[in-house]
């Protein structure tokens, strides 16, 4: 399936480093054909932040204000 499943969520949900905090996240590659990444974190600032940072990875910058 190429969409994300509850059971992709609930691994990620629990590997999730112990340190992280509020802000952290994790990029992962859930797949590679096709492609399914998922940005991920504790609270949901942080799934923003991972966000921002995965488009700057891509090479899309943004302006911060």
Known sequence: SSHVTEADLLAVAADLPADLG?????LRVLSRDPVRLLVSGRE???CTYGAYSLLEKLGLPFRRA
Request: glycine content about 12%.
């Open 44 to 46: 949901p600032v942080a």
């Open 22 to 26: 509020p802000q952290g996240y994790v």
